[in-house]
């Protein structure tokens, strides 16, 4: 089985690229610096996939600076792409939102030359599936990150989302990873201008958008591969079959021999992901897994403020992360488990990925979860470190990334349901009492 699961990753291939053209931004502030930067420096082309960019002042910033690029360079190619049932709705919480299209539509009519801001309807319904690539991908240079464009991402004040932060200069991949978002997504009949006037606007019909499901679930990234050598392994995925990115998960934790590191903001795993962790356990092996605390979740809503149904979203996943924990507990003594809760501040966490044995890392936007599995459009770049000549800046990352957590060393240090507010435990037991916990797993 070993060298079964080896050959199924090594026959992804890869880009070969050399020592220095992976680097690691680590904070939103080089981030969104180093994103401005890019896009002022810009000659050709710019494609950014986010799942939204906020009508606020980062957002706001970010294409207030697409715009000037392509004014001073009318011939420069700029295609940004959003969730499109994401752009045309409020702020969960908020009243009176007009959604963020309102702002694109405003700054397209406002330039003398406009952009491309595009709507993408993975499903019919934003809970059924909404649109999770990841990827800032300016000329030669692709910035990859799973934060989407708001003030708290990019940290415009003192709250920040922390999440991970990588930059790759290749051509090849530019290319490769541009080439599927116009052939499988920018062509597609689904997908819609959010920038088109509201007195002539014409949206895609409820079948097309149906059907395009089928027509992203075919999505791959094509490029001259290498099997040996340091390379980087683009790759796509939507829906629970025949997923290239779900099946590299997988692989690379079964085909790890000593350690993994995981980053998961909701810790939810699908059930072949966890059956895969557990095995790795049993086999001897160890494994780090760092997830935010329930107060580092975007969902939180702290006890002296208004709460809405979903503040209890946190608290759901607290409880997944405890029956772990407990199954776990002999694990977690033996030293084999480190369990990391991340909390620092009023700041959330929002980390995801996957390395193993030093040497091979997942880069990616995926929650690790049944929604990210099933549901929402996803990818990633797997790095294949041969020589190990990123082994150093990844621990480094590693060490960054643990810097304000704290490692459990019982089940029992995880909140119960009875030490939650009044209002989570009644959602909760109400969740219990219906039976519809097995439910809200497949979609959180």
Not at 215 to 234: D, H, V, W
Not at 277 to 300: E, P, Q
Not at 347 to 368: E, P, Q, R, V, W
Request: hydrophobic share 40%.
């Amino acid at each position: 089985m070993q060298v079964k699961e080896d050959a199924l990753l090594n026959k992804l291939g890869g880009i070969a690229v050399n020592a220095d053209a992976l680097s690691w931004l680590l904070t939103p502030k080089n981030f969104k610096q180093t994103l401005l930067d890019k896009i002022q420096q810009a000659k050709h082309s710019i494609s950014i996939s986010a799942l939204y960019v906020e009508d606020d002042e980062a957002g706001r910033e970010v294409l207030h600076a697409l715009y000037a690029a392509k004014a001073n360079n009318p011939l420069l190619e700029v295609n940004v792409l959003v969730d499109f049932h994401r752009a045309r709705r409020g702020l969960i919480g908020h009243k009176g939102d007009s959604g963020n299209y309102i702002l694109y539509r405003k700054l397209n009519d406002a330039a003398a030359h406009p952009i491309n801001i595009v709507g993408v309807p993975v499903k019919s319904r934003e809970f059924m599936g909404v649109l999770h690539l990841k990827g800032f991908i300016i000329d030669d240079t692709v910035i990859f990150s799973g934060a989407s464009l708001n003030n708290i991402y990019l940290q415009q004040g003192d709250k920040y989302r922390f999440d991970r932060y990588h930059m790759v200069e290749s051509a090849e991949l530019a290319k490769s990873m541009n080439d599927m978002i116009k052939r499988y997504i920018l062509s597609d009949p689904a997908v819609t201008s959010l920038t088109q006037s509201a007195d002539t606007e014409v949206l895609p019909d409820k079948q097309t958008i149906r059907s395009f499901k089928h027509r992203l679930s075919k999505a791959q990234y094509e490029f001259e591969a290498t099997r040996i050598g340091n390379r980087i392994s683009p790759i796509v995925g939507l829906g629970p079959k025949k997923n290239k990115l779900n099946d590299a998960v997988v692989n690379i934790v079964n085909q790890s021999e000593d350690h993994l590191f995981i980053c998961t903001p909701y810790f939810n795993p699908p059930r072949a992901l966890n059956r895969a962790l557990s095995k790795h356990l049993r086999d001897g092996k160890k494994i780090d897994i760092v997830v935010g605390d329930k107060t580092a979740n975007d969902f939180y809503i702290p006890p002296e403020k208004p709460f809405s149904t979903i503040g209890a979203l946190p608290y759901m996943y607290e409880q997944m992360l405890r029956k772990f924990a407990k199954r776990q507990q002999w694990a977690i003594e033996n030293g084999q488990l480190n369990i990391h809760l991340w909390r620092h501040d009023i700041n959330s966490y929002h980390l995801k990925g996957i390395s193993a044995d030093d040497k091979t890392h997942l880069i990616t936007g995926s929650n690790l979860n049944p929604r990210a599995w099933a549901l929402d459009l996803e990818n990633g770049l797997m790095v294949h470190d041969e020589s190990g000549v990123w082994k150093e800046q990844f621990k480094q990352e590693q060490a960054h990334i643990l810097e304000h957590t704290q490692r459990l060393f019982h089940y029992s240090q995880i909140d119960t349901l009875q030490n939650y507010p009044a209002p989570v435990k009644k959602i909760m037991n109400r969740i219990r009492r219906i039976k519809a916990d097995f439910l809200l797993r497949r979609i959180l």
